[in-house]
């Protein structure tokens, strides 16, 4: 059997047919991808700590390993995509008697939920502003919605107004995040995801002791990263309240 290649999914389920990656979504089980991957499915299981008991909607879920995990404490899930091949993944992979999927627009969905949990994607979303009044009406005066965006000042080069990834139709800086929430929701509380544990000593030795150019100079960049990366584990990251300017990923609690 040849290999899958570099940018599809690896060793899925029998009858489940792999995606691949296009810079749209994040993946699971696919190597390149694990970063970005673990520092998602840690915000996912901040979140699931919090929806025990709760009926909640991952709009946009994409592959729905999000939706999934939400499902191990929440007492229901609906995990919404309008892609149908990521929403056919998703169902043939992740249904369980607490979780199913929907394919629709997160414009349109409706449902009764205690919960909207919305990763990642709003920098896709052409009117913000009408989605989160639409969120809002969908949840009422005690429901929540966790909302995550990443922070433009650590996603592009410093001084750069986009990252120049494809997909987004605009990404944030905290100030103009924070407005956009507290403009919708009567109570917007703030955290960041931010570098903890193995990650974070590699940041301080790429910004304080040279390493990049240590690494390049050594030759040892491809056997270091070889392993490194496939090391990342979602506990490599930590959500953290307060401010949230150096953070990598914003993450929004509103309500009301």
């Not at 193995?198 to 491809?222: D, P, Y």
Request: net charge neutral.
């Amino acid at each position: 059997m040849a290999p899958a290649p570099l940018f599809e999914q690896r060793n899925q389920p029998p009858g489940v047919p792999p995606l691949e990656l296009t810079g749209e979504r994040t993946l699971p089980d696919v190597p390149a991808e694990n970063y970005w991957f673990r520092r998602h499915l840690a915000v996912y299981q901040w979140i699931a700590e919090r929806v025990g008991g709760q009926r909640v909607v991952d709009l946009a879920c994409g592959e729905g390993y999000g939706a999934a995990v939400l499902g191990r404490r929440a007492a229901s899930v609906v995990g919404v995509d309008a892609n149908p091949e990521a929403f056919e993944h998703a169902r043939l992979k992740y249904t369980t008697p607490q979780v199913r999927f929907e394919r629709d627009l997160v414009e349109t969905w409706r449902g009764e939920v205690d919960a909207i949990v919305f990763l990642q994607t709003i920098e896709h979303v052409q009117d913000p502003a009408a989605l989160l009044e639409h969120f809002r009406d969908l949840l009422g005066e005690t429901g929540r919605a966790y909302v995550t965006t990443p922070n433009l000042l650590t996603l592009a080069p410093p001084g750069a107004a986009h990252s120049g990834n494809p997909w987004h139709v605009r990404e944030y800086r905290p100030e103009q995040f924070q407005a956009l929430c507290r403009k919708h929701f009567a109570r917007a509380d703030f955290h960041g995801v931010h570098h903890a544990r193995k990650l974070r000593i590699h940041q301080i030795a790429l910004e304080r002791f040279g390493w990049e150019r240590l690494h390049q100079r050594l030759k040892i960049t491809k056997p270091f990263y070889g392993a490194f990366n496939p090391a990342i584990s979602e506990r490599d990251f930590a959500v953290r309240p307060g401010r949230i300017d150096g953070c990598l990923d914003m993450l929004a609690v509103l309500r009301g």
